[in-house]
């Protein structure tokens, strides 16, 4: 008669935790989208607020943030609510004004940083001459179009915020599809201002469910 044989624990087990791993990060990156998602419809509620004259508009009561400008690509189908404050705190639930550029509407250059797997995942596919809208807290829609993009280094790189020229810059972390966090590379999109009697441009398909310088932040 054979003896049985017994298969070691660490052999079983391994399978499991592999599994129990496996779920636990497709938990965490389906939470990442649904917060992203459910903070947009809050920050829409806040924006309408704003809009209607109530000033610092929280999404939610323990916040410290608020929106200041409500981010529109008419080709991508692209409609974000931008919040104050370039932290990642911030980031986490839509993209940022970065406050040491001139404030969205204003005259000068406006920085604004997005996380590149959720918000401003879509920056990846603007173009040359695509136009973005930013609407300010006065109703105004202040036009611009896209001049081109760059990738550059964190470290090394500034965004010359040059009185007289009204420019939007959008910055995201780059490479767009690295596992890997906090590298230094940074993809910039930039943009001009236009006359608002600029004409639309024709939509593409939907995006995918998804005083000095200063330097490129994530």
């Known amino acids: 008669m054979s003896a049985v044989r017994t298969v070691p624990c660490v052999l079983v087990m391994l399978p499991v935790c592999l599994l129990a791993v496996g779920l636990w990060q ?25 809009v209607a004259g109530e000033t610092a508009a929280k999404p939610w009561p323990w916040a410290d943030t ?20 370039a932290h990642g705190r911030t980031l986490a639930f839509g993209p940022g ?7 969205p509407g204003s005259p000068g250059t406006t920085i604004l940083t997005g996380h590149r797997d ?11 001459q695509d136009e973005i809208v ?17 990738i550059v280094d964190a470290r090394t790189a500034r965004i010359p915020l040059t009185p007289g020229q009204d420019r939007l810059a959008l910055v995201t972390c ?26 639309l441009r024709e939509p593409r398909s939907r995006e995918p469910a998804a005083r000095g310088e200063s330097a490129p932040r994530r």
């Open 26 to 50: 497709i938990g965490e990156g389906s939470w990442i989208y649904a917060k992203a998602g459910l903070a947009q419809y809050l920050l829409q509620r806040a924006w309408s607020r704003t």
């Open 66 to 85: 608020y929106p200041v400008a409500k981010l529109t690509v008419p080709s991508l189908h692209i409609e974000l609510i931008v919040l104050n404050g």
């Open 97 to 103: 004004y970065a406050e040491s550029s001139a404030f």
């Open 118 to 128: 959720t918000h401003f995942r879509f920056l990846r596919r603007l173009r040359r």
């Open 134 to 150: 930013i609407e300010t807290q006065q109703r105004t829609a202040e036009r611009y179009v896209v001049q081109g993009s760059q």
């Open 174 to 199: 780059y490479p767009f599809d690295t596992v890997l966090t906090g590298g230094p590379l940074r993809y910039v999109v930039t943009a001009i201002r236009v006359p608002s009697v600029l004409p």
